[in-house]
Structures are given as structure tokens and as C-alpha cells.
């Protein structure tokens, strides 16, 4: 297990503060490999600016978004 696992995280998230001023969508790359390796709720968010976005973290591997 993780060491967030080990010490009893019970949630991950990664915000890119930068993503949405900077016109970016989250990073799908990062969400993939941070999602194989805990096993935990992961929300993501910036760069979340509709559905389609928001979609698109879920299917990278995110449990749930923040808008």
C-alpha cells in the first residue's frame, strides 16, 4: 500500500491552480498515474471548464471533480 493508504488518507486531490488561467485542460497523464497507484477517492480540478472536461478526468481515472 501507499503511504497514504498506510497512514489512513481517505481522499487524494490534485488541483492545477495554473490550468484554467493558462487555458489548459486537467492533465490527464498526471490523473492516470497518480489513479493506478493509490487506492483512494482522487478529485481533480482546474482546468475543468464544462462536461466535456470534466468527463475527460473521470475517464483519466478521477473519482469525482471539483469546479
Do not use: M, S, W
Amino acid at each position: 500500500a501507499t503511504p497514504y493508504n498506510r497512514e489512513g488518507i481517505d481522499e487524494v486531490v490534485i488541483l492545477d491552480i495554473t490550468a484554467t488561467i493558462e487555458k489548459r485542460k486537467a492533465l490527464a497523464d498526471t490523473i492516470q498515474a497518480v489513479a493506478r497507484e493509490i487506492f483512494l477517492p482522487l478529485c481533480v480540478g482546474g482546468g475543468i471548464r464544462g462536461e466535456e472536461h470534466a468527463e475527460a478526468a473521470i475517464d483519466a481515472g478521477a473519482d469525482k471533480v471539483g469546479i
